[in-house]
């Protein structure tokens, strides 16, 4: 585990992330991690004492457990990016028991993959590691590539096996999207029935959203994102850290009419700081009442020093954790260990606080 000073050090020039004191939003308007939160927040809902249970149990695991904060290694990229592409950098992962190996080793509070992945180890390691079946996918061997997140596991097959949760993606903005939020809405309503907590992978994908930039990760079309995601009752949110701001109005700035927006948003609800920019990807989560979690991102060349930044901006916008796979996996395995530990530390840190 890093101490301040090396996560300090690995902040460089962003160190200032840590001195951010006056966000747009004040903290008091959100709900924040705490060691309570499925007695504070789900037990209050409509998820039956199964879904708690489930909850509890991720909540429960790891080297976060009992902090209201959440790591989580997911390797569905061999389907979503291509076995290959994913692997090739690290074969070791083409076989699914070093994936589990790696998210215990490494302290995780959970695992999610694929329905073959996990359904190939779970009498061996279900009980021992929460997992959370990603039940669609975007499958890569359609020529020319399509776009589309389709259904390659059922919620039963994921009960069946012993897993604690499913994970969806929905592109929202897409043509299919209406499709996958009737298909996935009914998949979380029937998962929760079963007891299984859910989590969404809240994406977007259009070729209008890029502009002068390009605004699949800006604050405002994302937190929209977000926001759709809960209303179909995603216990967790995943999304990717925002880069920017200002989507609807650059996709209304040449007399298209889309979507609709208050000038507010970028004014007195968010600055270009990223910590307010995930703070209002947050407050669009039921103000913090469902968890935020970002996604790591690819695997490039200073991955530990951009994970912890990715950590630091979550966790002082008011977000629950990481869910971190390309950095760890794409790496030798200790490296990988490394990695996610390096992340998990900014949340065992008590002087990084939520700003």
């Known amino acids: 585990m890093l101490q301040t000073r090396k996560i300090v050090e690995l902040l460089g020039t962003e160190s200032t992330l840590l001195e951010f004191s006056s966000p747009k939003i004040s903290k008091s308007m959100v709900t924040t991690p705490n060691r309570e939160a499925v007695d504070n927040i789900f037990a209050h809902s409509d998820r039956n004492n199964r879904v708690l249970g489930n909850l509890s149990r991720l909540y429960s695991a790891g080297h976060l457990a009992g902090t ?26 083409f076989d699914p028991e070093n994936i589990v190996k790696l998210a215990i080793a490494a302290g995780c509070n959970g695992v999610a993959s694929t329905l073959g992945v996990l359904g190939i180890i779970s009498r061996k390691y ?29 919620v039963d097959q994921a009960y069946e096996m012993g897993a604690a949760g499913i994970g969806a993606t929905i592109y929202f903005g897409s043509p299919e999207s209406n499709r996958q939020i009737v298909e996935i809405s009914k998949a979380f309503a029937y998962a929760h ?3 299984l907590f859910t989590i969404l992978w809240c994406y977007l994908r259009n070729s209008d959203f890029k502009k002068d930039k390009d605004y699949h990760a ?21 999304q990717k850290l925002p880069e920017n701001n200002g989507g609807y109005k650059a996709l209304n700035s ?17 600055s270009d700081n990223p910590i307010d920019l995930t703070r209002y990807q947050l407050i669009n989560q039921y103000a913090g009442r469902i968890p935020l979690i970002n996604s790591g991102g690819a695997s490039g060349n200073n991955d530990i ?28 395995f200790d490296e ?20």
């Open 254 to 270: 040449d007399g298209k009419k889309f979507g609709k927006y208050d000038e507010r948003i970028y004014t007195d609800l968010c």
């Open 336 to 355: 990988g260990v490394s990695i996610i530990e390096a992340v998990q530390s900014v949340y065992l840190d008590p002087t990084i606080t939520v700003a």
């Open 68 to 93: 209201g904060y959440l790591s989580i290694l997911p390797v569905d990229q061999g389907i979503e990016h291509s076995a290959g592409a994913s692997f090739a950098k690290n074969p070791m992962y």
């Open 218 to 238: 800006s604050a405002d079309l994302t937190g929209q994102a977000n926001h759709l995601g809960v209303t179909i009752e995603a216990d967790i949110i995943k």
């Open 305 to 332: 020093a951009d994970a912890v930044r990715t950590a630091v901006i979550n966790k002082r916008a008011g977000g629950s954790g990481l869910i971190l796979g390309r950095k760890a996996f794409q790496k030798p």
């Open 193 to 195: 029935q079963k007891g």
């Open 126 to 154: 279900a009980h021992k590691i929460p997992f959370i079946v990603k039940i669609n996918h975007n499958e890569m061997l359609t020529s020319p590539n399509t776009f589309d997140q389709i259904l390659f596991a059922s």
